[in-house]
C-alpha cells in the first residue's frame, strides 16, 4: 500500500489557514485565479502583487517555500506550450533571436497566470485534507453526484494502484520487460484488464451499497455551516486580490 | 452466557429457490434451506457450487428464477426489500468492496443513515458497533491504512451498526492470518445485536466458507451446497467426519486434522 495521494499533499501542521472550513477556501481561491486571469498582462508589478499575497497566506499556514515549489512542477508539462508560442506565433519578431513579439506576451501570459493558479491551489491542497475538500465542495453545492464520483475515486485510488502494482509484478516475474513498440500491445492488455476489474469492482461496490440500503442518495454529512468571521477571514485574500487587479487596469 | 432458551423463531427460509443467469448458466436448482433465529450454520460447498448466488438472494440483490426466499417471515420481494437488507447483514469477502467511504467512521454511519438517523442516535450506533468489533479507536482513519484483519472486522461492524438479525459472512476468514482469524471468532461467538424490543440476542449466522476447521470452530450446524442443491445437512462434526462425502464434494480437510478429536468451544 503506497501512500494515498491525499498525504503526498497535505501538510498536518495546525494553523489558522488549516482550521478555516474548506468551502471558505474553496471560493476564495476560485476568486482570486478569476481575479489573477482577468489582469491585464502588462500589468508586472500586479503581478508581483499577486505572488506577494500568495507567500503571504504560505506564510500564515506555516508552508514552506520548499513544500510549496516543489509541488508546483506538475505545471511544468501544461507550460511547454507557452515556450513554444515565442518561436512559432506571427507578427513582429525581437532584434535578438528574433522571437515573436505577440508570442513573448502570450508566454508570459501563461506562464505568469498559470504559476500564480498552481501555486495558489497547491496552498489550498497543503492546508485541506482531500476529504474535507470534498466536504466544502458538497456545502458549496456542486451536484452531489460530481462529488461522490470524486470521493470514490479517492477511496479506490490505492485499491486500483495496488491492483497495477501487482500487475506489474506478475509480468516482471514473468521476464516481461517494456523496451519499445513491440510491447505496447502487452501494456495495452494490461490497461484493458485493469479497466475490466475496476469495472468488476465498481459493481461488487454498488451490491454492497444496495446491501446496506442504499437508495441513490448519498447521506449527507452534518457539518457547521462556516461562521461570518470564518468567511471575512478567507475573503481577504480575493479583496486584497481584488485591490490589485483594479490597481493593475488603471495603471 | 446466560441465553435465553433456543426457540423456534425462523429467521431465514429457503424454498424451492432456482436461479440462471441471464448468459443461461444456471446456477442453483432447487435449493431448500431453514436456519433458526440465534443459531450458526456454516454453508460449505466447492469453487463454483453456487454459494455467492445463493447469498445475493438472501438480501434481494438477486431475484429468484423459481422459489422463495423469506427473512423473519417477511418475503423478500419488492416491498420489503428495505426492511430486509436491515435485518440481514451481508458481510462481503473483499472488505474493500464492503468499505467504500473515506472513513471508518462514514462507513459505519453509511447504512443507519440510509435508514434514515441522524446526529446523536447514529453516533452511537456508530460507536457501539466498532466498539464490538474492537476498532473504536480507528473511526477516523481511512479504509485503506488499516491491515487486512482490521478491515474484516470494520466490514462486520457496518452491518451490526444497523442491528441486522441476521449476519451473512462471506469467506470470513480468507487471507485473515491466524491471529486475526481467532479475533474474528471470539467475536462472532459473543456478539450480541439488540432487536426491535431493544433486548440484546445472538445474531443468526450463516458462514460461507470452505475453510472446514473455521467451520468447525465456530457452527454446530452445517449445510452443503453442490451443484446448485443441498446435498447435506447435520451437525458441523459429523459431516466433516464423513469422509466420502467430503471427498464427492471437493471438500478437503487440512493435512492431519481430525474432526473428531476436537471439541468445538461453547458459545
New interface residues.
Partial sequence: ?GA?P?DTLYLPVGSPVHRLPPQCKIAAVCCFVVLVVATPREAFPAFAAYALLLACVAAAGRVRPGHVLKRMLIEVPFVAFAVLLPFVAEGPRTDMLGLSVEGLWGAWNILAKGTLGVAASVLLASTTQL?SL?RGLERLRLPPLLVQIA??M???A??LAGELHRMRLARLSRGFDARGPRHWGVLAKTAGALFIRCYE?GE??H?????????GTM?R??EEAATRAEWATAACLPLLALLVCLGGWTL | MTDPPPDREISLEVSGLAYAYPDGHQALFGVDLTVERGSRVALLGPNGAGKTTLVHHLNGLLAPGAGTVSVAGLPVTGEHLKEVRRRVGLVFQDPDDQLFMPTVREDVAFGPSCAGLRGEELASRVAKALRQVGMEAHADRAPHHLSFGQRRRVAVATVLASHPEILVLDEPSSNLDPAARSELAAILRTLRVPDADGRARRPTVLMVTHDLPYALELCPRSVVLSGGVIVADGGTQDLLGDAELMRAHRLELPFGFDPRSVTAPAG
Fill in positions: 500500500m494515498a491525499a476529504r470534498l470521493s470514490f479517492l477511496r479506490y490505492d485499491v469492482r461488487r461496490v451490491l454492497a451499497m444496495l446491501s446496506r440500503g442504499w437508495t447521506p454529512s452534518e
